[in-house]
């Protein structure tokens, strides 16, 4: 069975103009049984997809993951109308849907919904859908969506809450293979995906990522970033001055305007972020010894993060959960500063030159502190030494 989606010519149109915040809801909540999809090191193998029981009693888990064109017709069927991406030639359609699981006689289903599912149909010349495939990437313990297709339609992007995600949800990407098969999702790391949301993923024709992401409104307003691909990895991203309900063609002209030097900034901060995430502080008591090892080695005040001298010192771990600081003393052998991102960042020695610092670090590293690096500081802004 076919079917002609009425909203088709509508999305077709908007999808050249539809902001990335157009849905900012959280659908990414509910959770079922994992569908098991078979992975390899290249490819992701697709599954058979059974046909539908079209009947009005309640949906079993099996029943989720059975797919054929029938599916296309049932009014449960709830197709994403901002999470639709055509080829260019308009003959395959990537989209997101979730379906409402039935109640019986017996029994009423409390949650409503299933997680979003990713899928692939074929469009005829007279605008069909036919074809109908589910992604193997898809979960019932997670959500997929928003996908995107870069320029040469060789690559994927999307959006998912999963297990592979390292904040509510992330931006991944796909390889699209030979025959209809898929590669590995990969996560598309730190410099895109924060703690927070990160939604509506596309690629414009100078092959920049933009999307969108609330990292700095903790779940408020959703901001727009732009990253460019390069040889398929992401650069820094780039927070662009514009308003997340403006057009995408108001956000490709506002990452056009981005100078040299605020893109040179922000891979700085990225490579800082970098060395923090590799950064393994495993214990306070490894920061408390620190007063034994180097207390006649160093004298003097610890940094006074008030002030706007440019003063050097080693990093040697950064904490989200609370620490007691009454436990240690207040010097330039051991201090500390809690930041607005909520990580309290330990360190040692405070030095008016970067070769000071240095020769502190090598004694440090002697000492087992492996991971410690020299930090540039300017008040309350860190900044890695050239």
Do not use: C
């Not at 933009?210 to 408020?220: H, L, N, P, V």
């Amino acid at each position: 069975m076919t079917m002609i989606l009425a909203v088709v010519p509508f999305v077709m149109i908007a999808q050249g103009s539809k902001d990335v915040s157009a849905n900012t809801d959280d659908i990414f909540n509910s959770s079922y049984a994992d569908l098991g999809n078979e992975y390899t090191d290249n490819e992701v193998k697709k599954n058979d997809t059974p046909t539908l029981k079209n009947n009005s009693e309640s949906t079993s888990d099996d029943d989720m993951f059975k797919v054929d064109d029938l599916l296309l017709a049932d009014p449960d069927f709830d197709i994403q109308e901002n999470m639709i991406s055509y080829t260019k030639d308009q003959t395959t359609v990537y989209f997101s849907a979730n379906r409402t699981i039935k109640a019986n006689e017996t029994e009423v289903k409390i949650k409503k919904s299933v997680q979003l599912q990713m899928f692939k149909a074929n469009i005829t010349e007279n605008g069909e859908w036919e074809n109908l495939e589910m992604l193997p990437f898809n979960s019932k313990k997670h959500s997929t969506g928003y996908p995107a297709l870069n320029q040469d339609e060789t690559k994927l992007y999307f959006v998912s809450d999963g297990p592979e995600s390292t904040g509510k949800t992330d931006i991944f990407m796909v390889d699209l293979l030979k025959e209809g098969t898929y590669g590995k999702p990969e996560n598309l790391g730190s410099k895109i995906n924060t703690a927070e949301r990160e939604l509506s993923p596309f690629v414009d024709d100078s092959n920049v990522l933009y999307f969108a992401s609330d990292i700095e409104t903790a779940g408020d307003e959703l901001n727009v970033f732009a990253s460019e691909l390069i040889d398929n990895k992401p650069s820094t991203r780039i927070k662009l001055d514009v308003q997340a309900t403006d057009s995408k063609e108001d956000y490709i002209a506002a990452y056009k305007a981005v100078d040299a030097e605020v893109k040179m900034l922000a891979e700085k901060e990225a490579n800082l972020r970098d060395m923090e995430i590799l950064q393994e502080a495993e214990s306070l008591a490894n920061i408390a010894r620190i007063e034994e090892d180097f207390k006649d080695a160093l004298s003097g005040v610890a940094y006074d993060f008030s002030s706007d001298n440019v003063m050097y010192t080693v990093q040697i771990g950064a904490f989200l959960k609370n620490v007691k600081t009454s436990d240690y003393a207040d010097s330039s052998v051991l201090f500390n500063h809690r930041y607005d991102d909520g990580y309290n960042r330990f360190y040692s020695g405070v030095f008016e030159s970067q070769e000071k610092a240095l020769a502190h670090l090598t004694e440090m590293k002697k000492e087992g502190y492996d991971d410690a690096f020299v930090l540039g500081l300017t008040g309350k802004k860190r900044f890695l030494p050239e």
